[in-house]
């Protein structure tokens, strides 16, 4: 797009955007209605059930168990940021966002997104230490590493997300207004902008294309470490250990596959960027629950405790 010199009102005119969504068929968006409805709803409800079961058993004294609490709310966070505006805009006509709602919602998207990122990778860490120095565990895994750990999370995912959004606010933006998408998210946004935006996307693809990829490349090499490794343990070890690990290479493959594929490319979007975006906004915040409990025998049986004293007290409440 050819670059120009706008006046300030000419910068400035466009105040909201207008959404394209899932579809412009209402038939199709009534059947999304229902369907991401009962997902959000699922996502709220595993997600909490998670949190609930890690944090009134012993679980959370847990390295694992601790990141696995912050991930779950970590996960309701960013499908909340896209998700219930979705589900009310298959309803309407006209699906609009102010634009200070569409930059917050853009760092909302980033921050939750690139700290899902770095607490998946935190967790890997996590798994190679418990698989390849067992007897250094609880040392290295100590409760103030864990902290600064999960405290480096949450300010890498600031950082990202500050960055995506300062590249965005600095253009000018004069219409048209209308996104397809049904969420704001930096490609599209940046295909309305009134000027030249090729630095722009290049430097949002090698921000947003380097995190990915190169946590994507981390977390394949540690788990490829961590299996090799694993032809010295007993079976019974194994067997563990392949069940812990394979939930997290689940979540990771589902995640950090469309993740790559929006993120680690030039200024583009294509008609699929919608659908892919669903898995990593609302299957994968979904899945994670039930992922980590139909893999994890110590949390279906934390759950089967908390569930039996939950029974215990409405018992004897009556």
């Known amino acids: 797009m050819a670059s120009r010199t706008y006046s300030m009102e000419e910068v400035n005119n466009v105040t909201e955007f207008i959404f394209w969504g899932l579809s412009q068929n209402p038939q199709v968006e009534e059947v999304c209605f229902v369907v991401f409805s009962f997902f959000y709803i699922i996502i709220l409800l595993g997600n909490v059930l998670i949190m609930l079961t890690v ?59 690139c700290t899902e990122i770095f607490i998946l990778t935190v967790m890997a860490y996590d798994r190679y230490v418990a698989i390849c120095k067992p007897l250094h565990y609880m040392t290295i895994m100590d409760r103030e590493r864990c902290n600064k750990m999960l405290l480096g999370t ?26 397809d998408h049904y969420f704001c998210d930096v490609h599209p946004v940046l295909k309305l902008a009134c000027t030249d935006t090729y630095t722009v996307g290049v430097v949002v693809t090698a921000n947003s294309g380097t995190i990915a990829l190169g946590s994507f490349v981390i977390l394949l090499i540690s788990y490829t470490v961590i299996l090799m490794s694993l032809r010295k343990q007993s079976s019974e070890g194994r067997r563990k250990a392949l069940s812990t690990c394979g939930s997290h ?32 906004t609302i299957i994968t915040p979904m899945l994670n629950p039930l992922i980590y409990t139909l893999r994890n025998a110590e949390v279906k049986n934390a759950m089967r405790k908390l569930w039996t004293r939950k029974v215990s007290w409405d018992t004897i409440g009556k």
């Open 55 to 113: 944090c009134t058993g012993s679980l959370f004294k847990s390295p694992m168990y601790f990141f696995l609490n912050f991930l779950s709310f970590v996960d309701i966070c960013y499908s909340s940021v896209t998700a219930p505006k979705m589900i009310v805009d298959l309803l309407v006509k006209k699906k609009t966002i102010s634009y200070v709602g569409c930059m917050l919602q853009l760092f909302g998207v980033h921050f939750f997104g």
């Open 249 to 280: 290479i689940a979540v990771v493959i589902i995640f950090f596959g469309p993740c790559t594929f929006m993120y680690m490319r030039p200024d583009t979007t294509f008609s699929e960027d919608k659908m892919v975006a669903i898995f990593y």
């Open 154 to 179: 949450w300010v890498g995912g600031f950082f990202h997300s500050i960055i995506q959004v300062a590249l965005v606010v600095q253009l000018p933006f004069c219409g048209p207004n209308e996104i």
